[in-house]
């Protein structure tokens, strides 16, 4: 069973930084493109950043320069770091998992993230 495990959300003030951590299990990490996604209510699922197992990246316009992906394939482990945080980056942040060839997708069961005074 592939299970993606998100953690590291919670409150931060505006300017603020938060660090989240994705543990995948029960899937070959390296087979695979990892990714950050968002909700917030109201809205549409969006794509926030991407990584290959390359290292090639990939980032939403409304959060480049702020915040950074990045692995740590011995833990199987993707990283979200998310600096100057906005209330606008209040969501779920979901881990996402892509097999590069069978294009299978898994999802994390989220983790709540609230930039708020």
């Known amino acids: 069973q592939v299970l993606l495990v998100e953690s590291g959300g919670g409150l931060v003030q505006p300017g603020g930084s938060l660090r989240l951590s994705c543990a995948a299990s029960?899937?070959?990490?390296?087979?695979?493109?990892m990714g950050w996604y968002r909700q917030a209510p109201g809205k549409e699922r969006e794509l926030v950043a991407r990584?290959?197992?390359?290292?090639?990246?990939n980032y939403a316009d409304s959060v480049k320069g702020r915040f950074t992906i990045s692995t740590d394939p011995a833990k199987n482990t993707v990283y979200l770091q998310m600096n100057s945080l906005k209330p606008e980056d209040t969501a779920v942040y979901y881990c996402?998992?892509?097999?590069?060839?069978?294009?299978?997708?898994?999802w994390g069961q989220g983790t709540q993230v609230t930039v708020s005074s």
């Open positions: 996402n998992a892509e097999h590069t060839y069978y294009r299978y997708l898994y």
């Open positions: 029960g899937m070959i990490f390296s087979a695979h493109v």
């Open positions: 990584i290959t197992n390359g290292g090639r990246t």
